[in-house]
């Protein structure tokens, strides 16, 4: 029981020590939106500067600027209609209705998605009924918005997460699983197993979710080492990793059409190359290089070897009879191929590293 507990305290430990960057910039973000609307723009009770400055340091944890621009605009243009029109004609059920329409009406017409028009339609019932103007109307509150907003993406640009975790920790994910399902396959077609084939086929469909996270893990990981000073030198190995985000979106989704094909081989009773199941792990291996070579941020040299190595080792699968297994030594050279482009060999240079067929 004791152990139990020490081992929950250090979990959320741990927790706390990955979100003490987020929580500081929040911290800071909505302490110098509040300073700033009051001292500098003199507005008495700015709520909403360092309320939108946390909205906006929660909603970049993870998240493409895009997304945290919108939800700031978002609010700011909600808070604006909403001052507006309830100043003017007061609170109650059907004004909640009009100011919703039409801030989310003109959230829509600034070219905004739904993020930024269902921020718009909060933040217009927020002021109609908790916060609704003291006084004549007009603009402040969203000024405030505004300078919280800004305040959060000024904050998260002077003192930065590192984009290259966030890349690692997805890296890791996508890689890990694309070598665990090669090895799946290998191991099914080494014992003839159906199942075991249908399990890593399974496995294979889901991995599109994780290579799609990945994507946007890198995306949200340049536009923080842009926008940030302090993590300009991480350009580079986050060039490596976009580099190979497409080719290795290309070898998920070959090795997805490669275990189908399995799963039908051995179903059908076809014949299998004795080599088959070496190849794939070979070519899993390749894969687990590749995750750490790209984690260390090197030219990925050995993974490049063995990739080599497994392309000339397809030579032996040519003389397969079977339809399906034919297709499946198809579907390893382009794997070949794909890990070659995402480990920096041009596309040419990697069909030339395959056998003649």
């Not at 998240?63 to 978002?74: D, H, N, S, T």
């Amino acid at each position: 029981m004791l152990e139990r507990l020490r081992a929950q305290l250090r979990r959320r430990l741990r927790r706390l020590q990955r979100m003490a960057l987020p929580i500081a910039q929040a911290g800071m973000a909505a302490g110098g939106a509040w300073l700033l609307a009051t001292d500098v723009v003199g507005h008495a009770r700015p709520f909403f500067a360092p309320t939108a400055a946390i909205t906006c340091i929660g909603v970049a944890l993870g998240q493409k600027l895009r997304r945290v621009i919108e939800l700031v605009v978002g609010v700011s243009i909600g808070v604006g209609v909403g001052d507006v029109l309830i100043s003017r004609i007061g609170s109650g059920t059907w004004q909640i209705v009009l100011v919703v329409l039409l801030a989310m009406a003109a959230a829509v017409l600034l070219d905004g998605g739904a993020v930024i028009a269902l921020q718009s339609g909060t933040s217009a019932v927020l002021v109609a009924t908790l916060l609704p103007p003291s006084t004549g109307g007009g603009f402040d509150r969203m000024i405030d918005a505004l300078i919280g907003g800004a305040m959060g993406l000024i904050a998260i640009a002077l003192f930065p997460p590192n984009p290259l975790t966030l890349a690692h920790r997805h890296g890791r994910v996508v890689l890990g699983e694309l070598a665990g399902v090669l090895r799946a396959i290998g191991g099914a077609v080494l014992d003839h197993d159906a199942v075991a084939a249908a399990a890593a086929l399974s496995r294979a469909r889901a991995s599109q979710k994780v290579i799609d996270e990945f994507k946007t893990a890198l995306v949200t990981s340049t536009e923080v080492a842009t926008i940030a000073p302090l993590r300009w030198r991480n350009r580079g190995e986050l060039d490596q990793y976009r580099a190979a985000s497409g080719p290795v979106d290309l070898a998920v989704r070959n090795t997805r059409v490669l275990a189908r094909r399995a799963l039908a081989v051995l179903r059908d009773g076809e014949e299998v190359p004795d080599k088959l199941p070496a190849v794939l792990d070979g070519l899993a291996n390749a894969v687990d290089a590749l995750r750490d070579e790209l984690a260390r941020g090197v030219d990925p040299v050995h993974t490049r070897a063995l990739l080599r190595s497994a392309a000339a080792e397809t030579d032996q699968l040519l003389s397969a009879d079977d339809f399906s297994v034919r297709v499946m030594v198809a579907q390893l050279r382009s794997i070949v191929v794909d890990l070659l482009v995402a480990g920096g060999v041009s596309r040419s240079d990697a069909l030339s590293a395959l056998p003649p067929l």
